[in-house]
Every structure is written in C-alpha cells, then in structure tokens.
Nanobody, 119 residues
Framework: QVQLVESGGGLVQPGGSLRLSCAAS????????MGWYRQAPGKQRELVAA???????NYPDSVKGRFTISRDNVKNTVYLQMNSLKPDDTAVYYC?????????????WGRGTQVTVSS
C-alpha cells in the first residue's frame, strides 16, 4: 500500500536548521509531483515547497531563499532543507505526492512531523 513517512522534525532555536525527509513506497515515486505542506494551530494547511517529476521547484515568498526541496528517485525520498528558521515556521509539516493524468488524480499524504522553532 501507499506510504509516505516523514522524519526529521523537532525543536530548534530561531536561526537554526532542520532537514526533513519523506520516504515513499507503494507507488511510482519518480512520476509524481512531491510537495511539503505545513499547518500551524488555527491556520489552514499551506504549501511550502514543491518539486515536479522533472525537478522544477516552487516556493512561496515566505520561505523562498530559506527552504530547499530536493528528491532522490533512487531512494524514493523527498527532502526539505530548512535554514534560518523562524518561530512562524512552527507547524506540523506534511509530505504530499500528487499525480494528475487526464481527468484522474492520485493524491497521497503522510501523517506529518512536528517542527517547533523556539528559544
């Protein structure tokens, strides 16, 4: 069955760094668009980084220049390198796999990993 398992979250001080990993299984990872989303308490889930099957990336302005998404199609893993972390980055971070082919869509989510930025 499909699995997305996030790891690497934790407590970090402002200005620090974390690297999240998402190990995927049960589907053809290389053809999926992979994304990282986050949800803070009382807020909607928002995209923080995405990478297409071809390696193109996009980021919202709030994390551009600080976060970097990458993928390893051999290890079926997507990463999120987070630098210069701020308290506003505190949230549960979720891994997403998405594929649209014609009128069909496949969309999978991990269970999330907590990131807390605090002194």
């Amino acid at each position: 069955q499909v699995q997305l398992v996030e790891s690497g979250g934790g407590l970090v001080q402002p200005g620090g760094s974390l690297r999240l990993s998402c190990a995927a299984s049960g589907f053809t990872f290389s053809i999926y668009r992979m994304g990282w989303y986050r949800q803070a308490p009382g807020k909607q889930r928002e995209l923080v980084a995405a990478i297409t099957s071809g390696g193109s990336t996009n980021y919202p302005d709030s994390v551009k220049g600080r976060f970097t998404i990458s993928r390893d199609n051999v290890k079926n893993t997507v990463y999120l390198q987070m630098n210069s972390l701020k308290p506003d980055d505190t949230a549960v971070y979720y891994c997403n796999a998405n594929l649209v082919q014609g009128r069909y869509e496949w969309d999978y989510w991990g269970r999330g990993t907590q990131v807390t930025v605090s002194s």
